[in-house]
């Protein structure tokens, strides 16, 4: 199998490129004043070419940032990511874990897209299966639901959590869970991993479309992630649903969420919308002109 030993980066200015990578990798001068090499492992490791390229020069003649991306194999992410930060690059997708590993993205100054994964550690992916929850734990679980999801919307939505906490209540009560355990089409289950007790899985109607089914909620214990357990429930979920009629399978995923985005993307979910905001910044001044 080949393995990747160079990439070229254009640049427009090789000098002013030279000394901001510098703060990373360890830069060889080329055989001409418009290259320098930057060194990955100490040479042991793929390497990086930078290109001057003058200005007017057509796009695509060396390359160009767009769509080009970096994997980079790390073997301490906590300390890489203090090191791109410290170097000036900006985090554009925080630390996620995956079966894989965990990764963390960032973009630097001229465009270009650098992935930090850390392998995971292989462990053996557990025996998966669902129980339904007894009264207790639903109890446990739907007040520690109804928190997590106001403070996710809060996250995302910019209003307070308590109007988040409110809405949720009502929403839970009124039109998801009106018969808590016994409500319609719900099946509210615990995730067993090896027989152990590994996280919650909450199936329901879709909100808005008629004989089709929904996720509402997947989470498995922090100690226990990235081995799989996330994606085994939600193929077991599939079962379930098919068998109760159901043809379509939907859920939501925040915008600050990539490690679960990916994982639905690997198991064949499609996105149908996107929701987008902006924080405006506005002048306290502007009211009173």
């Known amino acids: 199998m080949p393995v990747l030993a160079t990439v070229t980066l254009s640049v427009p200015d090789l000098a002013v490129a030279v000394s901001y990578y510098g703060r990373l990798f360890e830069t060889v001068p080329g055989p001409s004043s418009r290259r320098a090499t930057l060194e990955i492992d100490g040479g042991a490791g793929a390497s990086v070419v930078l290109v001057e390229v003058p200005a007017g020069t057509p796009a695509g003649a060396v390359g160009s940032p767009t769509g080009v991306g970096l994997v980079l194999q790390s073997t301490d992410l906590a300390a890489d990511r203090a090191r791109f930060s410290a ?20 973009v630097d100054a001229y465009g270009y897209r650098w992935q930090l994964v850390e392998p995971a550690t292989r462990q053996p992916t557990p025996h998966v299966t669902l129980r339904p929850m007894t009264v207790s734990e639903y109890d446990e679980w739907a007040a520690e639901a109804m928190a997590a999801y106001a403070e996710e919307r809060s996250r995302n939505t910019g209003r307070p959590v308590e109007v988040e906490r409110q809405r949720a209540e009502r929403e839970f009560r009124e039109r998801w869970l009106p018969q808590g355990r016994e409500s319609p089409g719900t099946w509210l289950l615990r995730i067993v991993a090896d027989g152990d007790d590994a996280g919650v899985l909450w199936l329901g109607p879709h909100p808005d479309e008629a004989g089709a089914s929904w996720v509402y909620d997947v989470e498995v214990a922090e100690a226990l992630r990235g081995r799989g357990i996330a994606e085994r429930a939600l193929r077991a979920a599939e079962e379930l649903v098919v068998r109760a009629g159901s043809r379509t399978l939907g859920l939501n995923v925040f915008g600050d ?16 919308s996107t929701v987008m905001r902006k924080v405006l910044e506005v002048d306290p001044c502007a009211s009173s002109r």
């Open 257 to 272: 969420n990539p490690g679960a985005r990916r994982l639905y993307e690997r198991l064949g979910y499609l996105p149908v």
């Open 87 to 106: 170097a000036g690059l900006r985090e554009v997708e925080p630390a996620g874990v995956e079966a894989t590993g965990t990764s963390a993205a960032f």
